[in-house]
T-cell receptor
Framework: ETGVTQSPTHLIKTRGQQVTLRCSSQ?????VSWYQQALGQGPQFIFQ???????GRGNFPPRFSGLQFPNYSSELNVNALELDDSALYLC????????????FGAGSRLTVL | AQRVTQPEKLLSVFKGAPVELKCNYS??????LFWYVQYSRQRLQLLLR?????SIKGFTADLNKGETSFHLKKPFAQEEDSAMYYC????????????WGAGTKLIIKP
């Protein structure tokens, strides 16, 4: 059984650029949630994907978008990067929509200069 | 608005002493509460959830709806309990997201 894998682990971008982060869900899980974690804070919910459809969204602007693929892997895209987007982005998978027992990846650390 | 408050950023206790990590929440509906833990250089992982009513690694947590609290307790702390602990709230009406506290760093001194 494989866990949740995220790539890249670290990346540096400049303001205004675009970034794509990737996540492979744990075997048997069909739901992926994305969270943003700023330094010293708890994770903040961005959105959840279930069976390739967005199943819920937090308080993030439209420049944060996502996809889920038929194999349940997922992407998070952020356009027009701002300095405040610098954070750890966590992907978590779960065995069903709305399920709150999450299996987390190690995260992608994004730095925006 | 829904909120989770963990009042202590840092808690330091001696090995063998009791531990209590506080969590208070604000939510008028039917909550689902969780404790997640992150050990050094490891991923965030579920420790326990209130509906399971289990004891995991000696930790227990009781949901007190009157006080809107879900404090995490262990009678005798071990050095391996040193970690970052997060309390999280799931909402019964839109259960696709968790609302998280800022976390408490627990240090167990030898």
């Amino acid at each position: 059984e494989t866990g949740v894998t995220q790539s890249p682990t670290h990346l540096i971008k400049t303001r205004g650029q675009q970034v794509t982060l990737r996540c492979s869900s744990q075997s048997g899980h069909n739901t992926v949630s994305w969270y943003q974690q700023a330094l010293g804070q708890g994770p903040q919910f961005i959105f959840q994907y279930y069976r390739e459809e967005e199943n819920g969204r937090g308080n993030f602007p439209p420049r944060f978008s996502g996809l889920q693929f038929p194999n349940y892997s997922s992407e998070l895209n952020v356009n027009a990067l701002e300095l405040d987007d610098s954070a750890l982005y966590l992907c978590a998978s779960s065995p069903g929509a709305g399920a709150n027992v999450l299996t987390f990846g190690a995260g992608s650390r994004l730095t925006v200069l | 608005a829904q909120r989770v408050t963990q009042p202590e950023k840092l808690l330091s206790v001696f090995k063998g002493a009791p531990v209590e990590l506080k969590c208070n929440y604000s939510y008028s509906g039917s909550p689902e509460l969780f404790w997640y833990v992150q050990y050094s250089r490891q991923r965030l992982q579920l420790l326990l959830r209130h509906i399971s009513r289990e004891s995991i690694k000696g930790f227990t947590a009781d949901l007190n709806k009157g006080e809107t609290s879900f404090h995490l307790k262990k009678p005798f702390a071990q050095e391996e309990d040193s970690a970052m602990y997060y309390c999280a709230l799931g909402r019964g009406d839109s259960n696709y997201q968790l609302i998280w506290g800022a976390g408490t760093k627990l240090i167990i001194k030898p």
